[in-house]
């Protein structure tokens, strides 16, 4: 067997250490505390913290230690982890630095290159543990097929949804970012007023879906979708720059406007207007490929580690910010953007926190 790494043995004392002089915890109690956020075995515990052949926890793991020991009142009382937003500004100072250190060592136990070692915001993953909503456009009932119609014995209420593809991909990376969390899709028909005090995700434009139109006018966002009679399958994307008005357009291989060649998507991301503890996020596009390259720019596991830390160089802890990009379509598929790329990103705005 091979020695395990020096950065691997400083990983498992710096874990021990933290459990038996900050807590006093035994390996069980520990395990017993971090099963809130998925199950946890104490003999696991004891794996990470061997200074003979250590494992190396997952990276969302270590994200859990630095939450735990960033303040004492995780062991007042039944020892517990508590969500992110309860912890005071210096308690999450301390977790922030405590994770860097540990993402560290981890990293370097692992042999992730430097560049690796660059903690960012993840922009799908919400500590408070709130709940998240979708809400997404419904198509017209003269578009949604037989299928969509109520009375069909065949009924099935996704066929009611536009932008299913961006649901879909989208749905599962939420539920799998945030497994303590409730998650609900609606259309603007079966929205509830409490659908819209979590944290509240908007798919597609403002003609299906007039919550989108709504909650964006109240968000003050600094950029708007607009009919123009030219285009006829969508709606084009306008912002105030330097005090002229700029246009976005979709592109065609054909002057019949039937062959997409490239679409225009939108990520924003603002407090909830109707709740500020909680955060509004629009992903939505001229068209429904551009609503999943706004998507996919988030959730696509080649692209989306770089796409966050443009995210993080840009906006850092900004509360309100936003990225218009280009999504290039090749044989029908929408291509995942991405933000370094040159071109790609067509306007950006940032707000900082009040």
Not at 15 to 30: D, I, N, P, V
Not at 95 to 108: G, M, T, V, W, Y
Not at 128 to 134: I, K, L, Q, S
Not at 306 to 335: P, W
Request: one cysteine or more; charged letters at 25%; hydrophobic letters at 35%.
């Amino acid at each position: 067997m091979q020695p395990a790494p020096p950065a691997a043995l400083q990983l498992a004392s710096r874990l021990k250490q933290l459990r038996k002089h900050q807590s006093r915890l035994t390996q069980a109690e520990l395990a017993a505390a971090f099963s809130k956020e998925g199950p946890l075995a104490s003999v696991t515990v004891s794996s990470w913290e061997s200074l003979k052949s250590p494992k190396l926890p997952p990276a969302e793991r270590l994200r859990a230690y630095a939450r735990f020991f960033a303040t004492p009142r995780s062991v007042e009382g039944q020892p517990k982890l508590l969500p992110f937003n309860e912890l005071t500004l210096d308690e999450k100072k301390e977790c922030e630095e405590l994770e860097a250190e540990l993402l560290r060592l981890r990293s370097a136990a692992s042999g992730e290159s430097p560049g690796e070692l660059t903690t960012y915001n993840r922009s799908w993953r919400f500590r408070d543990g709130a709940r998240v909503t979708f809400v997404c456009a419904q198509l017209p009932s003269d578009v949604t097929g037989s299928f969509g119609d109520p009375e069909n014995p065949n009924y099935t209420k996704l066929q009611t949804y536009a932008d299913i593809d961006a649901l879909m991909e989208l749905f599962g990376h939420i539920r799998a970012e945030n497994p303590t969390a409730t998650v609900h899709f609606r259309t603007p028909p079966d929205v509830q007023p409490d659908d819209l005090t979590g944290h509240v995700i908007l798919l597609g434009g403002v003609v299906w879906n007039e919550i989108t139109g709504r909650l964006s006018e109240m968000a003050n966002l600094p950029i708007r979708q607009v009919k123009d009679p030219p285009l006829e399958s969508g709606e084009i994307f306008v912002a105030d720059i330097d005090g002229q008005e700029r246009q976005f357009w979709p592109k065609w291989a054909d002057e019949s406007k039937k062959v997409l060649t490239k679409d225009v998507g939108l990520f924003a991301r603002v407090p909830n207007p109707l709740n500020a503890s909680r955060t509004l996020t629009i992903c939505n596009g001229i068209h429904s490929r551009g609503v999943y390259g706004a998507v996919r720019s988030l959730t696509d596991a080649e692209l989306r580690d770089g796409n966050e830390r443009y995210i993080s160089e840009n906006f850092g802890d900004a509360a309100s910010f936003g990225i218009l990009m280009s999504v290039q379509v090749i044989k029908n598929q929408a291509m995942t953007p991405d933000f370094n790329s040159p071109d790609m990103v067509l306007y950006k705005w940032v707000q900082d926190a009040a």
